[in-house]
């Protein structure tokens, strides 16, 4: 029996297990491993963060609390910005709306040398050409590209998509040029105060080519005297009294009678500059500023405020208008004859021709040409416009021309020295120079004293009397005192005056008991309507058009209407036999 017996396993117990637990417990610690190396990682990281938060924080402090340096001023929105810079300055209203401005673009050219040299197929080049931009003419394009010249262009400014569609053609020898496009953003709304520009981008009408220079000298926008609110008001005005009768164009204006500054400008027709008409087109030529025109009775506030400054006569003083007035060979008569003799404000209201003839011969020729002169009549205005005409004056002033001038016949000027000659008439009497430019808050205003104060003073009597009692009842409007002149003249034609077309103006101020703003509203040739009764004169056809234009202007450029009595509703007070007091109806 051998003394080494078999070893007995104990029950539960496997050969393999001291294995599987060495093998356990390795795996333990290679996760305990793993995750002190996670948590060391963590650990750094929140320290990173941590540490980048504390820089963030540090600097804001530093930013908000410590930093003493001024900040960097902000530009203005109007001007330009570096990235930004366009060769032309931008032209904006009076309230800094934006009238004209510049952006970039690209136009397209070709070197026909280079398509030649890289053996391009100019036929087939065209025709993928005209593919992409089919405003070409396929035959003008084969030519130009065909031409021996270094450089033709094919289009000019193009947009972003026709860029990338012209270049995603490939074909040599077509290459893009920077540059910049002018844009109207009210398009024909201010078309003859602005201007326009051409293909190359020069002024070539209205505010762009008078100030050509000094757009591409300046950053800074250009700011009109225009109010574009007011513009809009006096267009549509305008546009609707033309269509109303049928005529063939007018001009309506704005003017600031204590500055000279031109609120609005209107002619019609008028132009879109975005896509401007041949040069000889009629909507190009500036009715306000460039004709020249008879603006009939208009001009008897010019009589009247001559006769009136020279001292010869008084609001008092009458004068023989019994039967028509025969003069040199003409006979002058009223259309609406009184047949009597007639005071100054009755001459006016009434319109009459006849005495404003003799008023005329009783101040004489040379007071006459003299006063003419120094109110503006017989001189260009300054304005700052290329389009401005100047008046045509007779040579010699004899004294018929004294006596047809008296009542706007013989004496062609422009609508704006009407409407600026009589801004003097109602300001105090003093004329300011018209002008398209802002004037700042404080600026001196070049002024020459043309009237006295009190024949000012007169004037402005006369001309509210004219709209309450006389051929302006239509221009009234309810608490802004409308004070002017109605002014129909016949047009001259081969052999004479045309009798049906006829140059319709109404001329007003407001409030009269201190005017602010001068209005001028002219249709050239109206057509009777049913609604006029046949009439075309200026009392049925431009001072309505007049009084829509002051009632929707004067709020809007801060003028409050007077307070109005309530009308009554009653005839009186009755006494009841109770002693109470009861309303009268009636």
Avoid: C
Avoid at 353 to 374: C, H, K, V, W, Y
Avoid at 553 to 573: D, E, N, Q, V
């Amino acid at each position: 029996m051998s003394i080494f017996a078999p070893k007995r396993h104990t029950p539960g117990f496997h050969a393999g297990d001291d294995l599987q637990a060495g093998a356990a417990l390795r795996l333990d610690g290679v996760r305990m491993q793993a995750i002190e190396t996670g948590r060391s990682r963590l650990v750094v990281t929140a320290l990173v963060f941590l540490l980048a938060f504390a820089a963030v924080g540090a600097r804001m402090v530093d930013v908000a609390v410590i930093d003493r340096n001024p900040p960097k001023a902000h530009a203005q929105p109007q001007a330009r910005t570096d990235e930004l810079q366009m060769e032309r300055a931008d032209i904006s209203d009076r309230t800094g709306v934006l009238l004209a401005s510049s952006l970039p673009t690209v136009s397209l050219f070709a070197r026909p040398e280079d398509l030649r040299i890289a053996k391009v197929d100019v036929e087939n080049a065209a025709i993928r050409l005209v593919g992409v931009l089919p405003e070409l003419d396929l035959e003008e394009t084969i030519e130009r590209l065909s031409s021996g010249r270094q450089f033709v262009y094919l289009k000019r400014n193009l947009t972003p998509r026709q860029q990338y569609d012209v270049n995603n053609l490939g074909i040599p020898g077509l290459l893009f040029e920077k540059g910049e496009r002018r844009i109207y953003p009210h398009g024909s709304l201010v078309s003859h105060a602005v201007g326009v520009t051409d293909v190359d981008n020069k002024g070539v009408a209205g505010i762009e080519k008078r100030f050509e220079n000094a757009l591409k000298e300046s950053r800074e926008p250009l700011a009109l005297s225009i109010d574009i609110r007011v513009q809009t008001i006096v267009r549509n005005e305008l546009a609707r009294a033309v269509e109303e009768f049928s005529a063939v164009g007018g001009t309506g204006m704005v003017m600031d009678v204590r500055t000279g500054e031109l609120v609005a400008m209107v002619s019609l027709p008028d132009f879109d500059p975005n896509d401007p008409p041949a040069p000889t087109d009629s909507s190009m030529f500036n009715r306000a500023t460039k004709g020249a025109y008879e603006m009939g009775s208009t001009f008897k506030l010019f009589n009247t405020a001559m006769v009136l400054d020279h001292g010869k006569a008084n609001l008092n003083s009458s004068f023989d208008a019994t039967k028509p007035l025969v003069f040199a060979g003409h006979t002058i008569h009223d259309d609406h004859a009184l047949n009597r003799w007639l005071s100054i404000p009755e001459i006016l209201i009434h319109s009459s021709n006849i005495g404003s003839a003799r008023m005329a011969l009783d101040a004489g020729t040379e007071a006459q040409r003299a006063f003419m002169a120094r109110i503006g009549m017989l001189q260009a205005p300054p304005l700052e416009l290329p389009e401005v005409g100047a008046p045509l004056v007779p040579s010699p002033w004899r004294e018929i021309n004294t006596v047809t001038i008296s009542f706007g016949h013989g004496l062609s000027v422009t609508p704006l020295q009407l409407l600026a000659g009589t801004a003097a008439l109602v300001n105090g009497g003093e004329y300011h120079a018209p002008t398209l430019l802002a004037r700042a808050p404080g600026d001196a205003v070049p002024a020459i004293r043309v009237i006295k104060p009190k024949t000012s003073e007169n004037m402005r009597q006369l001309m509210r009397m004219v709209v309450t009692d006389g051929t302006g009842k239509k221009a009234d409007v309810p608490g802004y005192e409308v004070g002017g002149k109605t002014g129909t003249a016949e047009k001259a034609g081969a052999g004479g005056y045309r009798k049906k077309a006829v140059l319709s103006s109404f001329i007003a101020a407001f409030p009269m008991d201190a005017p602010r703003y001068a209005v001028l509203m002219m249709i050239d040739e109206p057509q009777a309507t049913k609604q006029t009764f046949g009439f075309i004169t200026a009392g049925w056809t431009a001072a309505p058009a007049a009084g829509r234009v002051i009632a929707q202007i004067a709020p809007l450029l801060g003028l409050m209407p007077k307070t109005l009595p309530i009308p009554p509703t009653t005839k009186g007070i009755a006494q009841s036999k109770g002693g109470r007091e009861v309303a009268a109806v009636e």
